[in-house]
Nanobody
C-alpha cells in the first residue's frame, strides 16, 4: 500500500524559509506529476506548484520567485523549498503524486508569523 509522508512544516517568521518533503513508501508506477497544494482555514485547496515527469514546473502566481519544487532522481520524494515566506502563506500543505492512481499526503502545517 502506498503512503505519502510529509515533513518539514512548522512555525517561521515572515521572511524566513522552510523546506517541505514528501516521501513515498511503496512503489508508484508511471508517475506523471508531483504536486503541492495548500489549504488555508475557510478557503479552498489550491495548487501551489507542480513538476511533471519531464521536469517541467508550474507555480501559483503568488509564490513565483519564492518557492521551488524539485524531486529526487528516483522520483520517490518531492520537495518544496519556500523562501521569503509571508503570513498569507500560512496553510496546511499537501503533496499529491499522480501516476496510475493519485495519492495524497496527510498534510503538514505551515504557519508564518508577522
Amino acid at each position: 500500500q502506498v503512503q505519502l509522508v510529509e515533513s518539514g512544516g512548522g512555525l517561521v517568521q515572515a521572511g524566513g524559509s522552510l523546506r517541505l518533503s514528501c516521501a513515498a513508501s511503496g512503489r508508484i508506477f508511471n508517475i506523471n506529476a508531483m504536486q503541492w497544494y495548500r489549504q488555508a482555514p475557510g478557503k479552498q485547496r489550491e495548487l501551489v506548484a507542480g513538476i511533471t515527469s519531464g521536469g517541467f514546473t508550474n507555480y501559483l502566481d503568488s509564490v513565483k520567485g519564492r518557492f521551488i519544487i524539485s524531486r529526487d532522481n528516483a522520483k520517490t520524494t518531492a520537495y518544496l523549498q519556500m523562501n521569503s515566506l509571508k503570513p498569507e502563506d500560512t496553510a496546511v500543505y499537501y503533496c499529491k503524486f499522480i501516476g496510475s492512481s493519485s495519492y495524497w499526503g496527510q498534510g503538514t502545517q505551515v504557519t508564518v508569523s508577522s
